[in-house]
DNA sequence: CGTTTTTCCGTAAACGTTTACGAGAACACA
DNA sequence: TGTGTTCTCGTAAACGTTTACGGAAAAACG
């Protein structure tokens, strides 16, 4: 068994004994922790000596129950199917900032971990039904999205980081400027005199996938360049993925001399799959990855890629769902609902 | 606003609804849903089946209150000072091993994460005196800890990633076994024909620097090799502390041939340092690191590391945990106090 | 049929809070 | 002094569960 405390003041107090050895109500102990206007100025500092001095903190289920409202956050990250390791880096500095806005309102953070590579409603739904959280926060939104119908309907409120078809103008959400970078990409590679570029993207639902795709197709276009469908491929979103699709737009008889990687596990995959051919990233053909992660970094060579700023964005959701709870709104019609946020290009040795 | 559900089954239906729905009393309904023995079969029946129709989930908070459990489990994600990005992806796998085994119990993950480069107990002291969860599982544990020394005095039930010389024996640990790999790493360089070997660890009161040194200085000896103190320098846990730090070794006049690095963001930046000196890792110096990560693998030259199975660490010590909770216990006497694990060498490019 | 056991269920208390309500005391004002 | 107002606090209900207890009905047993 545990250590147990010695003489010290128990863990275990309640506002009972707090009320009882002041002599004093519950409810006027109550008050004066929770800086009620009405009690007098003395018992509250007599209240919140005592307070200190019995080691007291409310119970959090107590307050839950009464309250309706369990002060914690859901945040639920399932890894896209194939993704063992790599997507789950990208959330970390978002979930830091994430936490440290909640943490500043007293709110907790709850992380859903599905499965890697199995979609898993089931442990949102456990969450919202055991009302275990006061809102949730979705990652690796899908071009459809279930989970978001499943909260829309519901009533619950949440907020994503990625955009969705789903659920309409409801909910706060915060984004990658998917489009915007591959269009820069594409804007990169032609001013360095590339006209065949190719693009490799996710084959899932996912809907940043189509975004990318979106942004390239309209910089190739502005630039009187054709888009060649051979150029295009879809791949698992995973270095497996990258390393399987990747020979399929370097066979066809006039080759690309650029590749935008929509994802930096793919890019990682495609490369190994282009040395393998004896094409050099970087000297033979130009690489951009969308998505930098610290593997880009370290990647020989290293690879160019856009950066978006991953802990700001976590406060910031964290911000925007907390201005959409009845509970945390500010002023009326200071609501955010939906942000797009730019992405900054890191040159480096492989375009 | 978000959107109300319609017609449907209310999100937020008792067990007094579900009582009344079937002219039974509550008590009956709890019992029949929580398997009691003393309900009749028919009602069990008819109560599981109003309980999907009307889509009757126990309120948490309520069950929290009444059981005194919380059923969630917290995790204290504390980076080391100066980690910005690479200590935490080392723990998104050991995460969600470790959530995978909680949720088969129903309990569920609470993320308590420290600002980078700041120690703060006082996060956890929240979480522990507000009775936010039911245990909690320490992570980057220091050679003494306060944060042990505050569960065991609290009587808090915990469990850590990593052993600590606080708290004696009373807690289950699982360890990674940087001794053993300090020794297998010497063991591999010196049949490589390597002499001298320097260690590059944290400077930090990190209780694996001391692991992998007494490894790396027991090899040695075995080997007839004098300790040089020469050889071993503390820095920073990041990549500026690797750069810092490494020329340091190289600046006596009998060079070390090898190096074995306690930490993948030290090697990282140590290698870059040596670049800088026109010392080419892998070439003209052997260079080892005890605990791989993506980085790793993808660095130029690949670095040679020692892994752990980081998922299934999280998986058994989940287990150790539960196990040491009174309400979990299996069969007295099963309980796991400490384990220490191996760690499997990854042959790469760069010894 | 009488007695004992078993089965099943309702009642009510308890977990630790917050808060609506009301009441007594103090005070202000005429 | 009488009346109205303000301060301050205690009482008790409520949040949604679980569970100890007891009792009625049914079953078992002689």
């Excluded at 456990?126 to 499943?150: F, G, M, P, Q, W």
């Excluded at 804007?187 to 979106?214: C, E, K, M, Q, T």
């Excluded at 066979?251 to 990687?261: G, H, L, Y």
């Excluded at 610290?294 to 964290?318: I, V």
Aim: aromatic share 6%; net charge neutral; proline share 6%.
């Amino acid at each position: 068994m545990l250590a147990k405390a010695g003489g010290e003041p128990s863990l275990a107090s309640s506002i009972h004994d707090l009320a009882r050895h002041l002599n004093i109500s519950i409810g006027t102990v109550s008050r004066a922790l929770n800086g009620r206007a009405d009690v007098n100025a003395d018992t509250r500092q007599r209240v919140l000596e005592a307070a200190r001095e019995l080691n007291y903190s409310p119970n959090q289920s107590g307050r839950s129950l009464r309250q309706g409202a369990t002060r914690s956050i859901a945040f639920m990250l399932q890894p896209h199917p194939g993704d063992q390791q790599y997507g789950e880096p990208f959330f970390i500095p978002f979930l830091t900032g994430l936490q440290a806005r909640l943490a500043e309102h007293d709110l907790d953070l709850m992380v859903v971990m599905g499965e890697p590579g199995q979609y898993q409603p089931e442990r949102l739904r456990r969450v919202v039904e055991t009302r275990r959280a006061d809102a949730v926060v979705l990652a690796n939104t899908r071009r459809k999205d279930d989970r978001i119908d499943y909260l829309s309907k519901a009533g619950f409120p949440f907020a994503t980081l990625g955009r969705s078809q789903s659920g309409g103008d409801t909910y706060p959400s915060l984004d990658i400027d998917f489009e915007r970078a591959g269009d820069e990409a594409v804007d990169r590679l032609v001013a360095r005199g590339h006209r065949r570029i190719a693009a490799i993207r996710p084959s899932l639902d996912l809907n940043f996938g189509y975004l990318f795709l979106d942004g390239y197709r309209k910089a190739l276009k502005r630039h009187g360049i054709e888009v060649d469908p051979g150029l295009i491929a879809d791949g698992f979103i995973n270095e497996a993925g990258g390393y399987q699709v990747t020979p399929r737009v370097m066979v066809s008889r006039d080759r690309p001399t650029a590749i935008i990687f929509n994802n930096d596990a793919m890019a990682l995959g495609g490369c190994k799959a282009l040395a393998e051919m004896g094409i050099r990233p970087g000297h033979d053909v130009a690489v951009i990855v969308i998505v930098d992660t610290p593997l880009c970094r370290y990647f020989s060579p290293a690879l160019t890629a856009f950066r978006p700023s991953l802990g700001p964005m976590g406060r910031r959701l964290a911000e925007m769902l907390l201005a959409s709870l009845p509970a945390f709104a500010g002023p009326e019609g200071t609501r955010i609902i939906r942000e797009v946020w730019p992405l900054e290009l890191i040159a480096r040795e492989s375009d």
